[in-house]
Nanobody, 117 residues
Framework: QVQLVESGGGLVQPGGSLRLSCAAS????????EGWYRQAPGKERELVAT?????????ADSVKGRFTVSRDNAKDKDTVYLQMNSLKPEDTAVYYC?????????WGQGTQVTVSS
């Protein structure tokens, strides 16, 4: 089992920055991929960015060049980050941390990001 706890959401003005964090606990040694999805009101959940245990990253086209996903899995911890720069109103959504362990997907509880002036 894997537990995911997110932090770092909030309200930011257009053009601003936020950094999301997600701390994983449990059977973290067998996590292969982690990352972030988001869901805006009335829309389906969509991929934002993922990173594998080997460091390979993948981004949605809408966030390329603005968002950066990173992972710190030194020693007994596993934390994934999402640095979000040049935020736009269309980035407003609930952001969910994601982890894949074998064939099972795990999700955090979600953190709200609102981009508004």
């Amino acid at each position: 089992q894997v537990q995911l706890v997110e932090s770092g959401g909030g309200l930011v003005q257009p053009g601003g920055s936020l950094r999301l964090s997600c701390a994983a606990s449990g059977s973290i040694i067998t996590i292969t991929t982690e990352g972030w999805y988001r869901q805006a009101p009335g829309k389906e959940r969509e991929l934002v960015a993922t990173i594998t245990s080997g460091g390979t990253t993948d981004y949605a086209d809408s966030v390329k060049g603005r968002f950066t996903v990173s992972r710190d899995n030194a020693k007994d911890k596993d934390t994934v980050y999402l640095q979000m720069n040049s935020l736009k109103p269309e980035d407003t959504a609930v952001y969910y941390c994601y982890a894949k362990r074998f064939t099972v997907n795990y999700w955090g509880q979600g953190t709200q990001v609102t981009v508004s002036s």
